[in-house]
Every structure is written in C-alpha cells, then in structure tokens.
C-alpha cells in the first residue's frame, strides 16, 4: 500500500523526469554528444546546474565557465544534504549514495513530511524516481536531437534559456527571490560587453552572494 510520501514522490518523479527529454535535446543542440549528455545527467544530476551548463556552452562559453556556474547553482544541494541528514539520520554507508539524490525535488518531499519513517520513503522515492525517469528521457530527447540537423529551425538554440528560466519561476513570489534575480540580472546585463561568455553569470554569482550579505546584515541590525 502506498503511503502519502510514496505517492508524492511518484508524482513528482513523474512529472520532472520526463522534462529530461528537454534536457537531451538542448545538450546535443548545443554541442555535446550523445553519451556525453548522458553523462552530464547521470553525474551532475542537477537540473538548474546541467541547465546552466549547456547554456554557457551553447553561448560559446569554456568548459571552465559552464562547470563554474554550474557549482555555484549546485551548492544549495549541499545545505539541502546538511539539513536532510539531519531530519532522517541516515546509516554512514548510505550518505553518499543520499548525496547524489539530494536536490530539489527529493529535498521537499522529505521535509514536507511530518514522520521520520514517512521523510525517509520520501526521500528515496522522489530521488530514485526522478533519477531513473530524468536519465531515460534524457537519452530519448539526446537521441532525438541528433537527429536535427539545425537546431535554430526548431529554436533549440534558445531553448535553453527558456528551460531555466521556467525552473527559476516558480521560486519567485517573495520580495527576496524577487529581488535577488533582479540584481543577479542586472549584473549579468553589465558584465556581458566586457568578459568571455559564462563568466557573466559567475560575476552575477558574487555580486548577488555580497548583495544578499549585506542584506542580511541590515535585517539582523534592525532586528
């Protein structure tokens, strides 16, 4: 019998996997391989972070700038991983395969849970699901877009874009968030003229990082 985390976890793994299609598609389209697209997947597993990625790359970027603004995305991953250890209390052994599950999607299930037993059939359900389903349809959508001679004709080459901004909206609807992309796009608009494509994120990802930190500040001080 399914519990109410189990269902949860497959609704979710259904409905993000199958977006990895996307994923394929637009990798290929922007210059990497098949198998090296299903790589990215099976390694990075990260969709903002492998979005990111191929972005940088399709704009002309060095490998360097994708895998640096990729990081600087995937480091809440790792606060995820610090308070998912701390809620479930996982076995040593099973830490690091837990590591390669913890993202978004695995994250809010478990803690949308209010049973211990409950968070872990969370975690492990969404996680392995989306896992599985986001792998297989990246290597259907890889698959396809090799076969697409010109990617423009199908507005592949801006899709990438379009992809990650449509994971960023959904996060917008405080003030902060809201605030936050506008200065990261702001500096990214300034940085554009003058820098190599991809570091322009990079330099949205310190000037945001020191603009959050001094907000922070302001708000204790006046706390």
Known sequence: MLTPATRMGLSIAAAVGV??????????????????TVALSALMFTGGSQFA????????????????????????????GMQLKAL??????????????????????ATAQDDHDERVRGFWTAGLGVYLLWNTFTLVGALAGAQITNPGAWGLDGAAVAA????????????????????????TIVAMPFVPPGIPVVVAAVVTAGWWAARRRTQKVAA
Do not use: C, H
């Open 53 to 80: 990625f191929i972005g940088v790359i399709a704009g002309g970027g060095t490998g360097a700038a994708a895998w640096a603004a990729a990081t600087l995305l995937g480091i809440r991953n790792g606060v995820y």
């Open 19 to 36: 977006y990895g299609v996307s994923f394929g598609a637009l990798s290929v389209a922007a210059g990497l391989n098949v198998w090296q």
């Open 88 to 109: 479930i209390r996982p076995p040593g052994k099973l830490i690091p395969l837990m590591a390669q599950l913890t993202i978004d999607e695995s994250t809010a299930t």
């Open 164 to 187: 990650f901004l449509g994971l960023l909206w959904p996060r917008l609807k405080d003030r902060d968030p809201v605030a936050t992309a506008v200065v990261a796009a702001l500096a």
